[in-house]
């Protein structure tokens, strides 16, 4: 890569001005980053690929440009509209400073006329009761994003259109981690331009120096029309709903970043985000990976706070309840830099490379033939009610809509209130952490297992189950990878495998049956009828088996109590009950449950039912867990960062079907 310098008697920006002056044939990207004083201008050639993986790192910049149809690359469901992963391989650069770009981006935006959101507000209204009723209500999953999208025309052409939303942008959002403009245009195909700009509040993944952070955002405060008040944030932040949703994507972000990251990661926050027409809150994840950068991004397509959870799932209902396919929203860009105090690595070619990847969110598109789209999503949970997930859907677009001139700005309050110093804020935010574990809060380090393995942050638990192996079985739910992260702190090697890749289930010293979405009851599932024929199998063998969630009411109807499902969803409830005897603070996940009743072992002739297993329940009478000879199962996720008990659980739990002796008690089942 050149990067321009200013001859005498040239313009003091030449690459700006090139890309100011150019007739839509170069391609380019405005960037200002992380609120910086300078705006990046970015000139290259462009390159379509097809995997991530093919990502050009050969010792240049590459700004790629991600589609959310990737996600076919992890297998998951998605309507394919060829969108093509688009990469701008930099050969020029110019940092400019934000007050020069300012002055000479075109002052307004060019002339659209806003034509209305391509799904009415009583037709998104309606997608959002049947995907509670029909998905939440049935067990698909916990929380899920649902788009709809504002559309527009104009005559304008392309780089006054983009430079001219640019400094709008610019001049009229707060907070943004990324705001940009990218054009894209294809060498001899003028029609396949790719042309975007947008002021995106989040980052996906950040990879430098081999530390790999995430910033799950969720939770949105509406600012009035008056303005944002302390009174307002504070109700925002006391609000069940709002405080869930963030833990669910801090939950399914937490799965992603203990499948990159040896330790596993840990968390840091909240913080509360306040932009100009909105606020949300914020945690911050963070910690160490030798991956190629290429191959992280792959692993985590795509963040929670745009999808849903558990991931796979949500790419499915999301194709059964959207209406078009969604393009680029909630893809991300991509800015790879050769990086020298990057960890090396022989997948990243000659040249090792740090990664900034924000979501692209709060984004307007200008597409073929002048039309122009501005997506927007609002994350559905148990608790939503449809008329407030429109008005969100709404206030995600109007940011953007109303810096394009695409809807009225409005005066705006007469003074801005900083929400951050507000009395009470910074402790209200402080007291979200009274809920989350503090295993997955507090730094954890590495050293060397029994086994020769990683073992992260080895405790007094570890020596005990030092030296067992144990096979992990996802079915479809990331939630596996934090218990395997949790079992190799305790000790154990440990691997994870796909419900539908499983071969032996015998061979293993400990075989953990994960959770999943789906009805317990339908044997017509096959990941349904799989666990039920491996929960049999491993107990006639008389081998250690561990059930957990969708696996443990499967194992509960095998042992005769009934299994139905609940009056309201638990997805993202943090819990105190009894689980066999001991009193702990669990994250629950479950849409059904099985009930404590009187039970029949003769009554139904398998291996599961002739334990007679010891039952513990909540006060509702909804089991909590089974424990027999060999055989333990619980309901609530024991890995989840709501469950402050959940290693302390586990770590018995596992031992008990092990036959290892019990732990000495500790102090506090928190400690550990």
Known sequence: ????????????????????????????????????????????????????????????????????????????????????????????????????AIAALPPEPVAAEPLGFDVPDEEYAGIVRRVIDDEIGRGAG?????????????????????????????????????????????????????????????????LHDGVARMNPISGTYRHPASGPTREGVLDFLADTKENEELFMVVDEEMKMMSALCPDGGRIVGPYLKQMARLSHTEYLLEGRTTLDPREALRLTMFAPTVTGSPME??????????????????????????????????????????????????????????????PAGATLVRHSVPEHEV??????????????????????????????????????????????????????????????????????????????????????????????????????????????????????DLLVLGPGPGDPRDQADPRIAAITRRAQERVSAGRPLLAVCLSHQVLAGLAGFPVRALLAPRQGVRLEADVLGTTAAVGYYNTFGARLTTVDATAADNPVARLALEPSADADGVLTALRGPGVASVQGHLESVLSADGLTVLDALTRHVLGVPAAAPASSARAH
């Open 313 to 374: 799932n949500a790419c499915t209902v999301i194709a059964r309840h959207e209406t078009r396919p969604r393009g680029y929203y909630s893809g991300f860009l991509a800015l790879f830099e050769p990086d020298d105090g990057a960890p090396s690595s022989a997948a990243t070619g000659p040249a090792a490379y740090s990664l900034d990847a924000p979501i692209l969110i709060r984004t307007a598109y200008l597409h073929d033939g002048g039309r122009v789209s501005v």
């Open 391 to 508: 008005a969100e859907t709404r206030a995600k677009a109007a940011g953007v809509l109303a810096s394009l001139g695409l809807v009225p700005r409005g005066a705006g309050p007469d003074t801005v209130v900083d929400l951050n110093a507000q009395p009470g804020v910074a402790e209200a935010l402080t007291a979200r952490n009274h809920q989350l574990a503090e295993f997955w809060v507090r730094p954890q380090e590495v050293a060397p297992s029994a086994s020769g393995g990683a073992l992260t942050s080895p405790s007094a638990l570890a020596g005990a189950l030092a030296g067992r192996d144990a096979l992990v079985v996802d079915h479809e739910d990331q939630f596996t990878t934090m218990l395997a992260h949790q079992l190799r702190h305790l000790g154990m090697t440990v691997r994870v495998e796909r419900w539908d890749a499983v071969d032996d289930v015998l061979a293993p």
């Open 142 to 206: 916990a929380n899920f994003v649902v788009m709809r999208s504002f559309e527009a025309r104009t005559d304008a052409a392309p780089v006054p259109t983009l430079t001219s939303w640019f400094r709008a942008l610019l001049t009229h959002e707060v907070g943004s981690y990324w705001t940009f403009a990218v054009h894209a245009p294809v060498a001899g195909a003028p029609m396949e331009s790719l042309s975007l700009a947008g002021a995106t509040p989040e980052r996906h993944l950040t």
């Open 1 to 100: 890569m050149t990067t321009s310098a200013r001859p005498a008697d040239a313009a003091p920006h030449p690459l700006l001005d090139r890309v100011l002056a150019s007739d839509g044939t170069l391609p380019f990207a405005l960037l200002r980053r992380h609120g910086g004083a300078e705006v990046e201008v970015l000139t290259g050639e462009v390159v379509d690929v097809d995997l991530l993986g093919d990502v050009p790192l050969d010792g240049a910049p590459v700004l790629a440009v991600v589609p959310y149809r990737q996600a076919r690359e992890r297998g998951f469901t998605v309507r394919d509209d060829g969108a093509p992963l688009r990469c701008l391989v930099v050969r020029e650069s110019e940092r400019v400073p934000l007050s020069d």
